[in-house]
């Protein structure tokens, strides 16, 4: 499941470059056997040299597929992965997302992620709950948007 790489440097100034990738709901069910919980499915896609900036996921466990392209990816303190198509990843609930990157700068990159969190969060605050940016970085992405 993928291979890792040395940390790339990831930092503010450089996140005012990389364009963002854009989020489609695919669905979202809830979960009959465990009230309260819904499972969502989103798919992402990364333009050429596109990354998302560190995150968590509103207390989500999460899952993904690579569909095209490959993406860095890099957990809490672990290593930078290199994923590629049809490989796979989880987070737990907490998990620091610190890089989500496309690996490529000419190709697309393209992943379905399926969340399964408590309903509330996404009544409350839609599917953009899922995906909570960390604050040093919320100022440079929000003027992207």
Known sequence: ????????????SALKNKPLPTRKLLYSYPLVNVPGF?????????????ATPPHR????????VILKGAAHN??????????????????APGCHHRISANASE???MEFIAVF??????????????LIQIDEEFR???ASKM
């Open 38 to 50: 819904s499972c969502i499915a989103l798919q992402v896609s990364f333009p050429p040299g596109g």
């Open 106 to 108: 000419t190709e697309e």
């Open 139 to 141: 100022e440079p992405v």
């Open 1 to 12: 499941m993928g291979y890792s790489i040395p940390d790339p440097p990831y930092d503010i």
């Open 57 to 64: 996921h509103g207390g989500a466990s999460v899952s993904g």
């Open 116 to 129: 399964v969190v408590e309903t509330k969060v996404v009544e409350e605050g839609g599917v953009e709950a």
């Open 74 to 91: 890099k957990m809490n303190d672990e290593p930078t992965m290199v994923l590629s198509r049809g490989e796979t990843w989880y987070e």
